[in-house]
């Protein structure tokens, strides 16, 4: 994914589809995915009951805390982290090199299917967003939209 993080809405809905789909394949009781500075891209299942944009900033928080440990150890990154509770349980796994797949499951699911189904979705999910990737790099030269304000233009505002 590129740093500008630009989702168009056509993308946006795909991500949404591609993790409906997942959620139900895996029985999954929500799903988020999130990039590693907590910025939530998108959401399927049940989540209102919680603040997912704290959860999205303390998973991406979860995976450069991984990431240094795996340093501490040897290795370059986890791939995943599985975080088991009482009642409920996330599995946390890396798409591509910026983006996380968060999935909340309880008693309902289990860990080897969310482990399954996650390798198709995260390979369908990172073909996604390097499509996006490439396609804002390659037709979008203009990716600010302050880019056509000129200093002239900026001079004409304070006379």
Do not use: C, W, Y
Not at 58 to 72: G, M
């Amino acid at each position: 994914m590129d740093e500008q993080n630009v989702l168009t809405s056509d993308v946006f809905e795909r991500i949404e589809a591609e993790l409906r789909g997942f959620r139900q394949l895996a029985k999954a009781r929500g799903v988020l995915l999130v990039n590693r500075s907590g910025q939530l891209f998108g959401q399927a299942g049940d989540t209102s009951r919680m603040d997912t944009t704290a959860l999205a900033a303390l998973v991406a928080s979860n995976v450069a805390a991984s990431r240094a440990i795996a340093d501490l150890v040897g290795e370059r990154e986890f791939k995943g982290v599985f975080l088991e509770g009482d009642r409920e349980h996330i599995h946390i796994s890396l798409v591509g090199s910026g983006t996380i797949l968060a999935v909340l499951f309880d008693s309902q699911t289990s860990l080897g299917l969310v482990r399954l189904r996650v390798k198709s979705t995260a390979k369908a999910l990172d073909d996604l967003l390097r499509a996006k990737a490439q396609r804002v790099v390659h037709d979008d030269p203009v990716l600010s939209p302050f880019a056509e304000i000129t200093e002239e233009d900026i001079d004409q505002l304070f006379r």
